[in-house]
C-alpha cells in the first residue's frame, strides 16, 4: 500500500487516496482531509464521522448513505448537504475509512 504524509504524519491509502489503516486515524486528520476536498467542518460533519467510525469497527465495512440514514438517524437529503455530490465516498474519506462497497 502506498504511503503518504498527511498532516506531517504518515498514513497509508489505497489508488484513490482512502486511509487503509483505521488506527491511523483520529480527528485531527478529518480537517485537513475535508479540507482537500472542499469541505469546511462543522459539528454536524463530524458527528457523522463518529458514527461511521463507531459503525465500522461493528460492521467491520464503511455504512453507506441508505445505512447512515436507517441506523445513524442522518437523513439521506441532510448527507447530500453536508457532503455534496458523492456523500459516502467523501464521508468515508474523510472519516478515513474505505469506500463503501457499490460507491464508484
Known amino acids: 500500500m502506498p504511503v503518504t504524509t498527511i498532516a506531517g504524519r504518515q498514513v497509508h491509502v489505497d489508488a484513490e487516496g482512502f486511509l487503509t489503516e483505521y488506527d491511523e486515524w483520529d480527528e485531527s486528520l478529518a480537517p485537513v482531509l475535508a479540507k482537500a476536498i472542499g469541505i469546511e467542518l462543522t ?62
Not at 459503525?55 to 453536508?82: M, N, S, Y
Open 43 to 104: 459539528e454536524r460533519h463530524l458527528e457523522v464521522v463518529r458514527f461511521l467510525r463507531k459503525d465500522f469497527l461493528e460492521q467491520k465495512e464503511t455504512a453507506t448513505t441508505r445505512r447512515v440514514q436507517a441506523v445513524g438517524g442522518i437523513p439521506v437529503k441532510e448527507q447530500f448537504a453536508l457532503f455534496p455530490a458523492k456523500p459516502g465516498k467523501k464521508m468515508a474519506y474523510i472519516a478515513g475509512l474505505p469506500k463503501p462497497k457499490g460507491c464508484v
